[in-house]
């Protein structure tokens, strides 16, 4: 068995920051790009960032330059540190990963549980 846990989500001040981390553990053989999505209520989920395993970045445009996505492929971890905070970033935050799973030898897409993100004054 395969999971993502997200950690770090919480409330903060219209231009304040947080950083958010991602886990992967369980019997892995190897990741592809992790991704962070977002969902804010009534809205669909959309990407916000993404990484390859080479560590190329892609983000959506309303974080770019706030944003920034990194990994620690010996820890299966994945961040978001978020800058510049505003409250349309509110949304509940998913951890998402493409991961080889040791025994099915199968590219599995995880995704995490989900961790609240809170803008307000």
């Known amino acids: 068995q395969v999971q993502l846990v997200e950690s770090g989500g919480g409330l903060v001040q219209p231009g304040g920051s947080l950083r958010l981390s991602c886990a992967a553990s369980?019997?892995?053989?190897?990741?592809?790009?992790m991704g962070w999505y977002r969902q804010a209520p009534g809205k669909e989920r959309d990407l916000v960032a993404a990484?390859?395993?080479?560590?190329?970045?892609d983000y959506a445009d309303s974080v770019k330059g706030r944003f920034t996505i990194s990994r620690d492929n010996a820890k299966n971890t994945v961040y978001l540190q978020m800058n510049s905070l505003r409250p349309d970033d509110t949304a509940v935050y998913y951890c998402?990963?493409?991961?080889?799973?040791?025994?099915?030898?199968?590219?599995?897409?995880?995704w995490g549980q989900g961790t609240a993100v809170t803008v307000s004054s």
């Open positions: 990484i390859t395993s080479g560590s190329s970045t």
């Open positions: 998402n990963a493409d991961l080889l799973v040791r025994g099915t030898y199968r590219w599995l897409e995880v």
């Open positions: 369980g019997s892995i053989i190897s990741i592809r790009t």
